[in-house]
């Protein structure tokens, strides 16, 4: 790959008319360059120009072409990306571009060019040009998409809004473009935007913009805007709209930069969550700056950045209502532990919950929206529940009335019934399901059209994905035993706060690990927007077997709403065992992610529970198993020893437990004797003991 970065032309002390500044030639990447008081800034043909800042241009010898950035084009391939680059204090001159994609003459109906999060302020004269020169209306110029970009321009009294050249109309390019979430700020009184209505003046690239994104910069200022306030650029998840920003949040289009993360991850990253914006120049050390505007959080109110706008008009971007998203309850048994968490959406959070009228079945209680404890009556009992949010000076409410029937514990000979993870409700998109049973040995059958289930139907062995509105039947078999009673539950597909079909992206598989301790807790560390819930189901897994269809781990269900990370696993009333997870992400405005499932082990929290077995191992009663270890937890080595401290064996696990085949390091079988084993857990605790083998 060829690279152009980390360069500094500074023309403050010579004779600027008569520099053409920097010509990067054919390069994949020109990035973190810095310039100022030169003609022409940067010039050259590469396939991602990012982070570069170019100010206080100069008119060349002829009084013209004080170009700023200007790429002629893809260095290879087919596709531009330009993102994250500063460009200021610009003067009028006829010939000047301050900002220019593709500007090679050569024909390519091939070219994409993706243009974001840059910013130009303080800007006179032609700022943005797409394509070539003087193409004619048949011959193709590629593709263009302009979003999320800045521009304060025209102060000159000649350029009073914010004139653009190269229009897609003709007889200009003959190219397409789509503009998104741009923001112009006219330095004049007159509204006038992308040089409408300005003599000489261009016109918008993608026809007429929204109001909330034109601006004079009295209207600008009166709103937060600071020319000199630079901050990190904050998108709000699944907006699609030009429409949809708000004074906290910009708009990142999602759908773009999953096509930019394709292309290249880090400008996929920078499109998600800009953090930078081009380069600064110390003077001493004559070393380029980065990042060279301060990056702060953008605020709800005052000051807001000038890299992607945030201005809400009254009535559009109103907080969605406080919604309880669980609508329904499974089910419970007596003498069976219980435990289901309570979701909501909307408002502001955090929530409180509370219940207003009737009880929770007896041996249940309700702590922060977790309901759980091991029921002890069998009956049915109706309550209501109330969410509130934290806004003030007048929190919202809202309630959601609840059944939970509690089933006398199944009499000798009959299968417990199976319960359905999550047990019903409202979902988005799709949802995942998964069917637990509680009996050692049972096969469960179901069905997705509402009829009874029998063995004729569908038999449960992973997690399924429904995405229209469902009804889930399941019944448990098992030999000599009679068959569990029907669990139901109804899932339906809501369109409301779907986002006009958008959804969150997709989380990360590797953010969840195989196995993880039991009062550990589970982080989506990698997500790309921070203003989301994620919404976990934990239900035992379904292990295969020769001897029966469906074994299930005998462990607790449990489904919760957590942040980023999520408490103590043990503190969901989980068990060391093997669970189908699914979670998937949620914001404010109900928008939702695909479901992630993964088959995740919880293990013990530390080595107090280890057993080792069979010990002593005898040839005449154990030829052909294993010694196992369980009871183990996350990061643990085993290191067997011969009685006089040979080293025989390592072995290295996450947990539950492990098996020595009775070899050495070298694959050797071991000999009659007695060995030492030493088993240290990550915490570097350690448990010792003796082991027994008989030939």
């Known amino acids: 790959m060829t690279l152009f970065h980390n360069n ?54 002829d009084g013209n072409h004080a170009n700023g ?74 593709t263009y998409y302009l979003f999320n970009n800045t521009v304060m321009c025209g102060d000159d009294s000649f350029y009073g809004g914010c ?18 979430n741009n923001h112009w700020i006219s330095q004049e009184s007159t509204v006038d935007y992308c040089g409408q ?42 907006c699609t709209s030009a429409t949809c920003g708000t004074v906290q949040n910009g708009n990142n289009l999602q759908s773009l930069c999953a096509a930019v993360a394709a292309i290249n991850v880090a400008a996929g990253t920078a499109c998600q969550q800009s953090t930078t914006f081009g380069v600064g120049y110390n003077t001493t050390k004559h070393t380029v700056i980065a990042p060279a505007l301060a990056t702060v959080a953008r605020p709800s109110n005052g000051a807001w950045d000038i890299g992607a706008y945030q ?64 029921p002890t009556t069998a009956a049915t009992s109706n309550f209501t529940v109330q969410a509130q949010d934290s806004a003030t000076p007048t929190p919202a409410t809202a309630t959601q009335a ?59 062995e992973s997690p399924f994905t429904i995405t229209q509105t469902t009804t889930v039947n399941a019944i448990a078999y098992a030999s000599g035993l009679t068959p569990s009673s029907v669990a139901s539950a109804v899932f339906t597909l809501s369109n409301a706060g779907a986002g006009g079909g958008s959804s969150l992206p997709a989380i990360d598989p590797n953010d969840l690990p195989g196995s993880v301790g039991i009062n550990d807790s589970l982080s989506i560390t990698n997500y790309p927007d921070s203003n989301v819930s994620f919404v976990w189901s934990f239900g035992p897994v379904a292990i295969n077997s020769t001897a029966t ?38 914001d404010s405005q109900s928008h939702v992610s695909n479901t992630l499932t993964k088959t995740i082990t919880l293990v013990n929290a530390d080595l107090s529970a280890v057993k080792v077995y069979p010990n002593p191992w005898r040839s005449d009663k154990h030829a052909g198993k294993s010694v196992t270890f369980s ?17 025989v064996r390592e072995l290295n696990t996450d947990g539950p437990s492990t098996t020595w085949d009775l070899t050495n390091d070298s694959g050797d079988r071991v000999g009659s004797g007695i060995y030492l084993y030493v088993i240290t857990d990550s915490q570097s605790d350690k448990v010792r003991g003796k082991l027994a083998v008989i030939k």
């Open 8 to 61: 500094i032309v500074d023309g403050i002390d010579t004779a600027q008319n008569a520099m053409f500044a920097t010509y990067g030639g054919s390069s994949e990447q020109i990035y973190n360059n810095y310039y100022r008081y030169v003609s022409g800034a940067l010039v050259g043909a590469a396939n991602i120009v990012h982070d570069n800042t170019v100010e206080y241009p100069v008119y060349s010898f």
């Open 69 to 142: 950035i200007f790429n002629f084009g893809p260095a290879s391939g087919n596709y531009t990306l330009m993102y994250g680059n500063v460009v200021r204090h610009w003067e009028y001159c006829a010939g000047c571009v301050a900002f220019w994609t593709n500007g090679n003459d050569t024909p390519n109906a091939g070219w994409i060019a993706y243009v974001f999060n840059n910013v130009l302020y303080d800007i006179n004269g032609n700022v943005i040009n797409l394509g070539g020169h003087a193409q004619t209306p048949t011959v193709g110029m590629g």
């Open 163 to 180: 004139p653009g050249s190269n229009p897609t109309s003709p007889p200009y390019n003959n190219m397409t473009t789509y503009d998104y």
């Open 197 to 238: 209505g300005v003599p000489g003046g261009g016109a918008c690239f993608g026809g007429t913009y929204p109001p909330d994104l034109n601006e004079n910069l009295s209207q600008a200022s009166a709103q937060g805007y600071m020319e000199t306030q630079t901050n990190v650029f904050s998108p709000v998840s699944g």
């Open 311 to 374: 201005y809400c008009p009254p009535g559009q971007c109103a907080t969605p209502p406080l919604t309880i998203q669980t609508t329904s309850l499974p089910s419970g048994t007596v003498g069976t532990a219980y435990n289901q968490t309570l979701t909501a959406s909307g408002g502001t959070a955090p929530y409180s919950w509370s219940i207003v009228r009737g009880s929770l079945p007896a041996g249940l209680t309700s702590v922060s929206g977790a309901i759980s404890g091991t």
């Open 402 to 460: 609840f059944s939970i029937t509690v089933t006398a514990s199944p009499p000798p000979g009959t299968v417990a019934t199976p319960t359905i993870s999550p047990p019903g409700g409202s979902f988005t998109g799709s949802q995942s399901v998964m069917l637990n049973e509680m009996t050692p040995g049972a096969a469960v059958y179901y069905t997705t059209d509402g009829t009874t289930p029998t063995t004729s139907s569908l038999l449960y």
């Open 549 to 586: 269809p469906s074994v299930i781990a005998r462990a607790a269900t449990a489904s919760f709403t957590s942040g980023v990370k999520t408490s103590s696993l043990a503190s969901y009333g989980l068990q060391t065992g093997t669970y189908q997870v699914s979670v998937y992400a949620m």
């Open 631 to 647: 009871g183990l937890t996350t990061g643990t080595t085993i290191k067997l020893f011969t009685i006089s401290g040979h080293e």
